[in-house]
């Protein structure tokens, strides 16, 4: 299977889903938006479940985004409206919502509304339209995109005057606190804050953040990306799960975050945990893996960043291959969330001629990031594609990963 540049990639493809938005909000509410905005997927170069253990991150910006067309209204009331979503308008009323996990795609648009009211922000009613071209399901932070889009037509619409970072952590406080969804800060400033052919270098305890140029066509390198059309839930409890185990690490480490670890006293680390009852090697029964293992995957996760972008900051981009090979395995065997399907396709791809590979994401399902030679690219797509036809699974969705800009406005 040919390595496919994927519908809505660059200009040309932003350029339709802009038209496309701003002809759907005419067809559904009679009348032209008010503005366009576009906020990207996401994939994670290095650093997974870092985030929420005040960690280092290392995002970039796909060109696959998230439309909204939208116009203010004077009346309190929120209509929401997608292009991809079965139904007709979710109508609501501002001043009457309330956290609603569980509620489907409409809870992500209204949590961002709710978040910048209590913060005592003067936002009002609005009609939105959206179109998307970010896979659902597949790791790629669709849901953020949704939340920033929205986020930055609101800021816009109603003169908040608030920065990108801002908007970021409103974004984060609609997923944690109305959607109820406990992830961490990286999604949601990926697709704020990231900028055109870089990676975005995040320190998610102080939120400080460094611009990391990746110019892989200059080396005649390729990213891809293969979706596994694996569909995960993160609010299904597993994700909540470790994240819990990671707070109980700190607790009995005597850290305020895992990322006060140092890579250089983990093995002490480790033996103090295994001494300590419940974060030994043997965890009880359902509750995931072990808290050291957990542990284990953070500190040696957050070692990957630093090593990633010192590699790249050497401009000797092949040599973070085997790093994100390394942080797979990690994924997989200590932090317990890879699947069949992705396991396969960083396998597979590793034996075709891959510098290396990992899945990205939150895991048990989505996608994986492939690093290649661009002249071996086609090779590796097809043998992943044939591997999975082999072995019964779903076709992937494979493309490339070209660094891409953040959240903007478009008309």
């Known amino acids: 299977m040919a390595v496919r540049t994927a519908a809505g990639e660059g200009d040309r493809g932003v350029s339709t889903t802009q038209a496309a938005a701003a002809e759907g909000f005419r067809a559904v509410y009679g009348a032209a ?20 253990n005040d960690g280092f991150v290392l995002p970039l910006a796909l ?16 209509r929401l409206h997608s292009g991809g979503a079965d139904g007709g308008i979710v109508e609501l009323r501002t001043d009457d919502l309330r956290p609603a996990p569980g ?32 896979p659902t399901g597949a790791g790629l932070s669709s849901s953020a995109a949704l939340e920033v889009v929205t986020a930055l037509a609101l800021n816009d619409l109603y003169g908040l005057g608030l920065d990108r970072p801002r908007l970021a952590r409103l974004a984060q406080r609609a997923e944690n606190a109305f959607v109820g969804v406990p992830v961490g800060i990286m999604d949601q400033t990926a697709a704020a ?60 480490l005597g850290v305020r975050a895992l990322r006060d670890v140092p890579y250089a006293h983990l093995p002490e680390a480790l033996a103090r945990l295994d001494d300590e009852p419940g974060t030994g090697p043997a965890p009880a029964p359902g509750t995931g893996p072990a808290v050291r293992d957990l542990v284990r995957h953070i500190v040696t996760e957050n070692h990957r960043v630093e090593e990633v972008i010192a590699r790249l900051d050497a401009g000797e981009i092949r040599a973070i291959g085997p790093l994100l090979t ?26 075709a001629g891959a510098l290396g590979a990992r899945m990205t994401g939150g895991g048990f399902g989505g996608s994986a990031l492939v690093l290649a030679e661009r002249t071996a690219a086609e090779h590796i797509g097809t043998a992943v594609t044939k591997a999975f036809a082999a072995a019964g699974h779903i076709a992937p969705r494979i493309f490339p990963a070209v660094p891409s800009a953040g959240a903007r406005r478009l008309a």
């Open 33 to 52: 938006p008010e503005g366009l905005w576009a906020a990207p997927g996401r994939v994670n170069l290095i650093g997974e479940h870092t985030d929420y």
């Open 103 to 134: 509620a489907g795609w409409a809870a992500y648009p209204a949590g961002i509304v709710w978040a910048l009211r209590e913060a005592g922000l003067p936002v009002g009613g609005a009609d939105v339209h959206y179109e998307s071209t970010v």
């Open 63 to 78: 060109p696959h985004t998230t439309v909204a067309a939208a116009s203010a209204r004077p009346d309190g009331m929120l």
């Open 193 to 252: 804050c990231c900028t055109e052919g870089h990676a975005l270098f995040l320190d998610a305890r102080d939120l400080t953040r460094r611009q990391v140029p990746f110019d892989l066509a200059a080396e005649g390198l390729q990213l891809l990306v293969v979706d596994t059309c694996v569909q995960h839930e993160l609010g299904d409890g597993a994700y909540a799960q470790r994240r819990a185990g990671c707070e109980s690490g700190a607790r009995a």
């Open 326 to 351: 390394a942080g797979h395995a990690s994924l997989r065997d200590d932090f317990a969330i890879s699947c069949a399907e992705l396991d396969l396709a960083v396998d597979t791809a590793l034996a």
